[in-house]
């Protein structure tokens, strides 16, 4: 199993970026897809959520609503995350995560992604 991130970068405050997640080696259409977040010295945030059957069921902390669309694309096993109006406190690590029952335990953790945001 692989959950491959990408997309991640320096951007200043305001500022948008594209999060990629390749994912390999499972059933991708049988999961939920996530993305989780963790800055310096701060707990682990799910920040989105996606269900099998896609934009129609997702889910977003309040830290992000309105400001991050989570979609996937079933062709290419890929979920993306588009980042706008991007803040300094989005700054973290950014990693994928699946999950065949929606519980935020997660069956599979991928790779990281590093989004920081300047002032």
């Known amino acids: 199993v692989q959950l491959q991130a990408s997309g991640g970068g320096l951007i200043q405050s305001g500022g948008s970026l594209r999060l990629s997640c390749a994912a390999s080696?499972?059933?991708?259409?049988?999961?939920?897809m996530y993305w989780v977040r963790q800055a310096p010295g701060k707990e682990r945030e799910s920040v989105a959520r996606?269900?099998?059957?896609?934009?129609?069921?997702?889910f977003y902390s309040d830290s992000v609503k309105g400001r991050f669309t989570l979609s996937r694309d079933s062709a290419k096993n890929t979920v993306f995350l588009q980042m706008n109006g991007l803040r300094p406190a989005d700054t973290a690590v950014y990693y994928c995560?699946?999950?065949?029952?929606?519980?935020?335990?997660?069956?599979?953790w991928g790779s990281g992604t590093l989004v920081t945001v300047s002032s």
């Open positions: 080696g499972f059933t991708f259409s049988s999961y939920w």
């Open positions: 995560a699946a999950e065949k029952i929606q519980s935020d335990s997660y069956d599979y």
């Open positions: 996606i269900s099998m059957r896609g934009a129609s069921n997702t």
